[in-house]
């Protein structure tokens, strides 16, 4: 993951070559494509894990740690482009927060639920381990019900993907995704709040 992109004129270009280089199977290519999406990697964690005590386990490096590892652990998808490569972050992501939500929820023997550092998209609200799973139930209910918007919303809430890269990674126009968001999160508030109530 030491690998710096080189500079370029198209900041997608080397990118792109670097993604279709670790189909290829080309080992050095996937820290490549790490270290040159870092930044972006490290924001789309540091939202996702907004900490409320400095000494959480689950810190933003060690978040994109293991989706390098993740990612570079299967058979790499044939990769679109750098919008492509964060749609599949995203999803890796939340199968990884969902992972430590198990896991910490096992350990939790009665005791006090501790709120992880996690906050719903737009509303700013912390949500606990609990919280995150109920999050992760209610977004496979909705895929049954509506596949795209489901989709949506995982890219919208775990990738932090602006509505137009959401648009052009699932082929829909941004009206769609803002059509499919809003009812996403009514959706997900109705199914919520009858699983609190």
Known sequence: ???KAPSSDNPQAPITQFLRDWKRGDADSAGRVV?????????MAAQLLRS??????????ALIHELYLRLDAGNPPDWRGRTHFFAVAATTLRRILIDHARAHRAERRGGKEIKVPLHLAEAGAPCSYDDLIEIDRALAQLEEADQRAARVTELRFFGGLEEREIAEELGVSE??????????????????SRERG
């Not at 270290?35 to 924001?43: K, T």
């Not at 409320?52 to 490096?61: D, G, K, M, N």
């Not at 769609?176 to 999160?185: I, Q, S």
Request: no cysteine; hydrophobic share 40%; glycine share 2%.
């Open 35 to 43: 270290a040159s999406l870092y930044s972006e990697l490290h924001r």
């Open 1 to 3: 993951m030491d690998g």
């Open 175 to 192: 009206i769609t995704v803002k059509r499919d968001w809003k009812f996403a999160r009514a959706w997900l508030a109705a199914h919520l």
């Open 52 to 61: 409320e005590r400095s000494s959480h386990t689950l810190q933003p490096t």
